[in-house]
Nanobody, 126 residues
Framework: QVQLVESGGGLVQAGGSLRLSCAAS????????LGWFRQAPGKEREFVAA????????YYADSVKGRFTISRDNAKNMVYLEMNSLKPEDTAVYYC???????????????????WGQGTQVTVSS
């Protein structure tokens, strides 16, 4: 089992940057693929980014490609989401999640993730 705790959210102006962190505890962290999802008020949870268990492959939603970067440090049991050029439409609660799945086409689907953090709020003002 894996426990996930996100941090780093906050209020930022449009065009600014934030770095989200997700600390994992539990066994075999390096055997999990990890993802970031977000949910805005009144909207469904949506895929943001994912990273393979080794960190060698990364995947992004079209809406964040070129602005966000996902990374992981298996030695520290951490996963990060670097967010640049933030827009008001990026405002949401951001969640990190872990799954034993590894196929690229699956990692965009929230229902394949087994473990979720509690979320961290990101608010981008215009």
């Amino acid at each position: 089992q894996v426990q996930l705790v996100e941090s780093g959210g906050g209020l930022v102006q449009a065009g600014g940057s934030l770095r989200l962190s997700c600390a994992a505890s539990g066994r075999a962290f390096s055997s999990y693929s990890l993802g970031w999802f977000r949910q805005a008020p009144g909207k469904e949870r949506e895929f943001v980014a994912a990273i393979s268990y080794s960190g060698g492959s990364t995947y992004y939603a079209d809406s964040v490609k070129g602005r966000f970067t996902i990374s992981r440090d298996n030695a520290k049991n951490m996963v990060y989401l670097e967010m640049n050029s933030l827009k008001p439409e990026d405002t949401a609660v951001y969640y990190c999640a872990a799954t034993t799945r590894f196929r690229a086409e699956l990692l965009r689907r929230s229902n394949v993730y087994d473990y979720w953090g509690q979320g961290t709020q990101v608010t981008v003002s215009s």
